[in-house]
Antibody, heavy 120, light 106 residues
């Protein structure tokens, strides 16, 4: 049973960089595709981007200029960096695994989510 | 970007009743459509993938139909634990989610 756990600061100042890490347990990160998804309070879900263990990435065009996703297979982790944040980036951030080993997939395992508030 | 429009926004039903949720895509996504259930304070849970395939452990009262641009999630008889928000998601071209349908107790 794969388990995902997000970690990182819960408070980030405007214009700074949001940094989060997702640690996978119960399975290797060296397969499948791994995504970040966010949900502003009381609102819907937004896909941010994915990474494959090979390093291949794909980002939501609306966030592409500010997002970097990286992977550390030795630690079974992948990470999100979102720079120049504003209050609009306040959200619960989830990490998730693709259901299949192709990028064209739904998400079958999710972390519990971490609330990140952007405020001075 | 493919836009998913879910209807209705809110569905008020009693336990045991049948729930029918709709998801319409702005472009053809073939069968690359999933449904998720989300309860307050929890992550979404995958219910249906490939438009009509139940995910592991999902009760058979949940069923999905459709292809192309029009999709439906049916809950054949609402259990008290089914009152939640439901999202559709397409993965035919990038990934986008619908805005959600809330199924509430009448």
């Amino acid at each position: 049973q794969v388990q995902l756990q997000e970690s990182g600061p819960g408070l980030v100042k405007p214009s700074e960089t949001l940094s989060l890490t997702c640690t996978a347990s119960g399975g290797s990160i060296s397969t499948y595709y791994w995504s970040w998804i966010r949900q502003p309070p009381g609102k819907g879900l937004e896909w941010i981007g994915y990474i494959h263990y090979s390093g291949n990435t794909n980002y939501n065009p609306s966030l592409k200029s500010r997002v970097t996703i990286s992977v550390d297979t030795s630690k079974n982790q992948f990470s999100l960096k979102l720079n120049s944040v504003t209050a609009a980036d306040t959200a619960v951030y989830y990490c998730a695994r693709s259901k299949s080993s192709t990028s064209r997939s739904s998400f079958d395992y999710w972390g519990q989510g971490i609330l990140v508030i952007v405020s001075s | 970007e493919i836009v998913l429009t879910q209807s209705p926004g809110t569905l008020s039903l009693s336990p045991g009743e049948r729930a029918t949720l709709s998801c319409r895509a702005s472009q053809n996504v073939s069968s690359y459509l999933a449904w998720y259930q989300q309860k307050p304070g929890q992550a979404p849970r995958l219910l249906i993938y490939g438009a009509s395939n139940r995910a592991t452990g999902i009760p058979d009262r949940f069923s999905g139909t459709g292809s192309g641009t029009d999709f439906t999630l049916t809950i054949s008889g609402l259990d008290p634990e089914d009152f939640a928000v439901y999202y559709c998601q397409q993965y035919g071209s990038s990934w986008t989610f619908g805005q959600g349908t809330k199924v509430e107790i009448k």
